[in-house]
């Protein structure tokens, strides 16, 4: 019988991986899909500790292309002036929207959260897997389980199908444990990051500015 993947304690399963990690007394290489610089933020602090890091920045949901470039430019930013204990690189990914929308068409009414959601950490996290393999990494991994919106769970079940694909290990997370996403909020302070008010994509931000208009609405 399969294990329910979204009752598995993925932090717990992230402190086994370090602790082995750590008693190996060697320094694996990790390529770390990144979605913003606030959310990479915490990330890097913690993960710096333990592996050399390439930070691969792959998100063709991104709309417009000014919010696209605008996020680029923090996240490199970010990698110049956050303090760690291996140096992080930056590979960036290309800009392909049209990628993103073949594969929204026909969920785009669907709920922030849901199938579409799901269908964008695939088409993210596949990518990543696929450079992983090619550039010989070690293990691959994203943050966007740090952010309270996103489903840890189905993000783990995704990257461990992507794992048995490419024959890359998948590093299991849910940074949004340990007040890893308090932390986050913390960094951007003090760092003055950028920090978006929707997730990324066309669809996401149009929920966003009907709720205030709603709200304006009512005030």
């Given at each position: 019988?399969?294990k ?29 899909h990144?979605?913003c610089?606030?959310?990479s933020s915490y ?53 392909d929207?049209?990628r993103?929308f073949?594969m ?9 959260g ?8 695939r ?6 897997a696929?450079?992983?393999?090619e ?29 048995d ?5 998948y590093?299991y997370s ?22 978006q008010n929707?997730?990324?994509c066309?669809y ?16």
């Amino acid at each position: 019988m399969q294990k329910d993947l979204t009752k598995v304690n993925y932090q717990r399963v992230l402190d086994g991986t370090l602790k082995q990690i750590t008693e190996n007394g060697k320094t694996p290489s990790l390529l770390l899909h990144a979605c913003c610089a606030p959310c990479s933020s915490y990330v890097l602090e913690y993960l710096s500790k333990y592996f050399n890091i390439t930070v691969f920045y792959y998100n063709p949901n991104i709309f417009p292309k000014e919010e696209y470039e605008k996020r680029v430019a923090e996240i490199a930013r970010l990698i110049e002036e956050i303090p760690v204990v291996y140096p992080v690189k930056l590979l960036w990914g290309d800009y392909d929207p049209e990628r993103f929308f073949a594969m929204a068409k026909g969920m785009e009414e669907l709920p922030e959260g849901g199938e579409r959601c799901f269908a964008c950490y695939r088409l993210r996290l596949s990518l990543a897997a696929k450079k992983a393999k090619e550039c010989g990494f070690d293990y691959f991994t994203t943050t966007l389980s740090i952010s309270p919106l996103k489903n840890a769970g189905k993000l783990n079940e995704i990257g461990r199908e992507l794992s048995d694909t490419y024959k890359v290990a998948y590093l299991y997370s849910d940074f949004k444990k340990k007040g890893g996403y308090q932390r986050s909020i913390e960094l951007s302070r003090e760092f003055h990051l950028y920090r978006q008010n929707y997730c990324g994509c066309i669809y996401s931000r149009r929920k966003e500015n009907c709720e205030e208009i709603t709200k304006n609405s009512k005030e």
